[in-house]
């Protein structure tokens, strides 16, 4: 999936190793992802950006908020 994965937060009594993997485990996908970006130096939007990580290309932009309700 990609760092939008970090949405889906484990519930706070989920134990160290849960939240050890979701703070600090990462995959390093080479192809399509889903991202999370923060527009830092505009509007400080969190944004999931669907690309690939190969050709750099963009397929689609969405803000997080509404990913994250969505689901
Ligand atoms: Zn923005």
């Known amino acids: 999936m990609g760092h939008a994965s970090m949405l889906n937060r484990p519930e706070q009594d989920a134990g160290k190793d849960v939240w050890n993997a979701y703070l600090h485990e990462r995959a390093n996908i ?42």
């Open 30 to 71: 080479a192809g399509d992802v889903e991202d999370l970006w923060c527009h830092d130096m505009g509007c400080a939007a969190w944004i999931v950006v669907r690309r690939n990580t190969i050709s750099h290309t963009i397929y689609e932009a969405k803000l997080a908020n509404e990913v994250r309700d969505a689901d």
